[in-house]
């Protein structure tokens, strides 16, 4: 037998109290007595006595030196111990994704409850050794073989919950390469989402709950010709019934306005804040407080989807000077930006521009001689020509930029792109367009693409190349018919967005988990990282960047480097919202699915306490009746 808790066997301290109210409890009796010769008797009979004969036949006490023992013994809380573990070795597999950070029953995660009941296992089994491993986007080998159940249950304990999106299917090759080495193993498995355990001997704990969960999943903002922003957000509703609720539009950390909103369910609803007037909006970028918050009031199963932030940038502060003959598409194109200035040149023109005063350079057709110091670039169709065979040859320091930057990889005739996931290319998920002519590179080191062709070359690519924000796109827009679709404002607002500043971080908005790349601005020598919460981290700059990793939650972060103060949001991965979807568990006969939320193999920790106050009750009624009795 076993106690979940020690401390109530200090209230067995109370037990030399209750003897020694007997040893001081005197019992007088009025009797009649017909000769005073008796009180002698008496007195001999009392100085003989002693104390302990109190004892002797004095149930009473014993009866409640009893109680207090069973009472003592329930706040314990004694658990029975399993016979010993069947298996040599047990893999304790534990979700930590986001949606695992909801709700399962009152005020108890998901989480909470795998490892609540991993801890349990742990304890109810002997002979095994354990090995314990986290899983999200990525698995994390916490303790490997150990037989000591007290480390094994604080690395099970010591699981943090995040806010990346993953399941137990990114851990799946490692639980195999573990479980290869082993005769006689199990592998115990807690999740809320789909899992593949083929092959593996394997219980799959289902934790998956059906509930209401309300999310805002996207905060923008637009700034229109005169310098008036506007703003908007996407409301999901993930349950089963109407979402009614309110949202709330803050500026830095002053609420600004709130709108009601109701979506039905499976469905999403946009919400329009009130406008913020330029004058309101030029405070707001001097200030120190740049970005907007807004989040909804409902209190559903997950709370780590109802807040999202917005990274102010001064848009209406810079100019862009596009370097084309006529585009037209290009040149519309370029307008979405808001109230940006945007001026033009022709390329032969370009050596009398001053390209110093322009944040952003748009060259369309042609690869200049040089580029310019400061200015972040987006490349259009560049002439294969120049770039052809440029990796191929020896350049003066001031061309290897072009080796940098261009990375050729072939010529289609006709090619489908594909849209690939990620900041430039947002709300354009699953879309593609055809093209004729088109460029296909190797995404260089400091890029990522946001377009592929059909041979899986990148034909679009962005990132942070030397301090600068650089995009390169390799068709011309009057190949294809994608400036006619409406998604191509929504791809240039975005392009423009991710362009418009060099940034100490490559963006603006980053998903859970994802590393943030650190550039050095000037001459500061260290970066400073505060996290959601407050908590800190100081990155050495002496390389020129720094990498910072410790993006697990959702929510606003802050970069200090020298003079400069600057802000990028993690958010919430949308997948993990879905509170209603399917949980399917792929298994062959080795694996077995609990759809319950409960462990076999679990000695609960209070089944032997009810037993016990059934005792005290029972030992109670008793005493009261031989007090009533010696009435």
């Given at each position: ?56 036949n004095n149930i009473l006490m014993y009866m409640q030196i009893a109680a207090l023992l069973l009472l003592v013994t329930a706040l314990m809380s004694p658990y029975i111990k399993g016979r010993g573990s069947e298996y040599s070795n047990v893999l304790v597999l534990i979700d930590n994704s986001a949606s695992m950070s909801g709700i399962y029953s009152g005020e108890e995660t998901k989480l909470d409850v795998a490892k609540e009941q991993a801890s349990d296992y742990v304890s109810s089994n002997d002979g095994a050794r354990y090995t314990v491993l986290s899983a999200s986007n990525t ?205 033009k040149v022709l390329p032969k023109d370009l050596q009398a521009a001053d390209t110093k005063e322009y944040s952003l350079v748009v060259y369309d057709g042609i690869i200049p001689d040089s580029i310019p110091e400061d200015a972040n670039i987006i490349f259009i169709n560049p002439p294969v020509s120049k770039i052809k065979n440029i990796g191929d040859k020896k350049v003066k320091e001031e061309d290897k930029w072009k080796q940098d930057i261009f990375i050729y990889a072939n010529k289609s005739k006709s090619s489908i792109v594909k849209i690939l996931n990620g900041n430039v290319t ?206």
């Amino acid at each position: 037998m076993g106690f979940v808790r020690l401390w109530p066997a200090l209230l067995a301290v109370f037990i030399p109290g209750i003897i020694l109210l007997y040893l001081l409890k005197q019992k007088v009796v009025n009797q009649k007595i017909s000769a005073l010769n008796l009180w002698r008797e008496a007195y001999e009979n009392i100085q003989a006595s002693t104390p302990w004969e109190k004892f002797r036949n004095n149930i009473l006490m014993y009866m409640q030196i009893a109680a207090l023992l069973l009472l003592v013994t329930a706040l314990m809380s004694p658990y029975i111990k399993g016979r010993g573990s069947e298996y040599s070795n047990v893999l304790v597999l534990i979700d930590n994704s986001a949606s695992m950070s909801g709700i399962y029953s009152g005020e108890e995660t998901k989480l909470d409850v795998a490892k609540e009941q991993a801890s349990d296992y742990v304890s109810s089994n002997d002979g095994a050794r354990y090995t314990v491993l986290s899983a999200s986007n990525t698995s994390d080998l916490l303790i490997s073989g150990s037989s000591d159940k007290g480390r094994v249950k604080d690395a099970i304990n010591n699981i943090e919950a995040t806010d990346i999106a993953g399941s137990l299917e990114n851990a799946t090759s490692m639980v195999q390469s573990l479980a290869a080495a082993w005769k006689n193993y199990k592998v115990i498995a807690f999740t809320d989402s789909s899992a593949n355990m083929q092959d593996i001997n394997c219980e799959v704990v289902d934790l998956s709950v059906q509930g209401e969960n309300g999310a805002i999943q996207s905060l923008s903002h637009a700034v229109s010709e005169d310098g008036t922003v506007k703003v908007m957000a996407r409301v999901d509703n993930y349950g089963e019934r109407q979402l009614d609720t309110d949202a709330s539009l803050y500026i830095g950390n002053k609420i600004y306005d709130v709108q009601s909103v109701t979506a039905e369910p499976g469905e999403s609803s946009t919400v329009y804040f009130k406008d913020i007037t330029a004058g309101r909006y030029n405070s707001i970028l001097a200030g120190n407080t740049p970005y907007l918050m807004a989040e909804i009031n409902s209190k559903d199963m997950l709370a780590g989807d109802n807040m999202v932030y917005d990274i102010l940038n001064g848009e209406g502060d810079e100019k862009i000077l596009l370097v084309a003959g006529k585009n037209t598409f290009l040149e519309k194109g370029l307008k979405v930006s808001g109230n940006r200035t945007v001026d033009k040149v022709l390329p032969k023109d370009l050596q009398a521009a001053d390209t110093k005063e322009y944040s952003l350079v748009v060259y369309d057709g042609i690869i200049p001689d040089s580029i310019p110091e400061d200015a972040n670039i987006i490349f259009i169709n560049p002439p294969v020509s120049k770039i052809k065979n440029i990796g191929d040859k020896k350049v003066k320091e001031e061309d290897k930029w072009k080796q940098d930057i261009f990375i050729y990889a072939n010529k289609s005739k006709s090619s489908i792109v594909k849209i690939l996931n990620g900041n430039v290319t947002n709300y354009l998920d699953g879309y593609s367009f055809g093209c004729l002519n088109v460029t296909g590179f190797k995404t260089p080191k400091w890029a990522k693409s946001f377009f592929e062709t059909d041979d899986k070359f990148s034909t679009g690519y962005l990132g942070n190349y030397n301090g600068r924000m650089v995009a390169v796109t390799g068709f011309d827009l009057h190949n294809t018919d994608f400036p006619l679709q409406t998604e191509f404002p929504i791809f240039m607002y975005n392009l423009l967005r991710e362009t418009m500043s060099a940034r100490i971080a490559d963006k603006t908005i980053y998903n859970a988990g994802e590393a943030v790349s650190i550039q050095r601005k000037g001459k500061a020598e260290k970066a400073i990282v505060t996290r959601p919460g407050g908590g800190k981290e100081t990155y050495s700059l002496d390389e020129g960047t720094a990498v910072f990793t410790d993006t697990l939650k959702a929510g606003l972060y802050n970069i200090k480097e020298g003079g400069d103060n600057v802000y990028f949001t993690v958010s919430f991965p949308e997948d993990e919202s879905d509170v209603l979807k399917e949980t399917v568990i792929t298994s062959d006969n080795k694996a077995t699915a609990n759809k319950a939320g409960k462990l076999n193999g679990v000695v609960s920790k209070r089944m032997v306490v009810i037993p016990v106050l059934v005792l005290l009750l029972i030992l109670l009624m008793a005493e009261w009746m031989v007090y009533r009795k010696r009435l």
